[in-house]
Each structure stands twice: as C-alpha cells, then as structure tokens.
C-alpha cells in the first residue's frame, strides 16, 4: 500500500522532469511534488500542474495511484478517441502523422478544458 507523506505545490528552481508525462518542468513554473513510501521504499513524483488536473479530469486515480505508463496509455487512448470522434477519415489517412506526446496531452487537455466552459 501507498501513503503519502508530503503534498503540495512549490516553484521549480532548476528544471525537474514530469512522473506523469516525462516531459520538463522548467524553472520557476508551479508544479505538484509529493512525496511517497510504498513497499518500504520512498520516492518523490513530480508533476506539471496541467498532468496532475488531466490524472482528475480524466478520472484515472486508482487505489494505487497512477504510474508514468498509465498516465501515457489514457493520453494516447483518449486523443485517439477523440480525433476519431473529430475527423475520422483524417485518422484513417495514410498522410495522418500521430503527434508527439507532449501535443496529444496538450490536445486532450485543451479539448476537456473547452468542454468544461460550455456547461
């Protein structure tokens, strides 16, 4: 089991790396830390502010949290579902490129984030 020991947000004074998405966090940007003892070890996650909001949009928290590759997978599965669901003849082309990580994330985030507005 999990537990988590410390959780909030502090300014970045040197660039991190995101546990979620990989990518950097750079320095003087607000982020999410926390720190964690699981199986008796500690660990610290570090995540972008737009990561940790996308973990709840999406409802992706489970019993154990939520690792790096689960983060990935739900990304990548929903900006599919959701271009799909936009054009799908454009995601059938032989000419579609699946964008890098980082413009998925920014894409399914942008799109919930929209969606949240109309209501």
Sequence with gaps: MMETLRYGKVKARKAHV????????????TYWRSAHKANGELYDWKSHEKCAELVDMLN???DEGVTGEDFYECITDTFGEMWDEMDPEMAESKDFVIPEFSK???????????KEETK
Aim: hydrophobic share 35%; net charge neutral.
């Design 18 to 29: 995101c546990s979620f998405c990989g990518c950097t966090i750079p320095v003087g940007a």
């Design 60 to 62: 992706m928290e489970g």
């Design 104 to 114: 998925q994330r920014d894409f399914v985030y942008n799109h919930l984030k929209a």
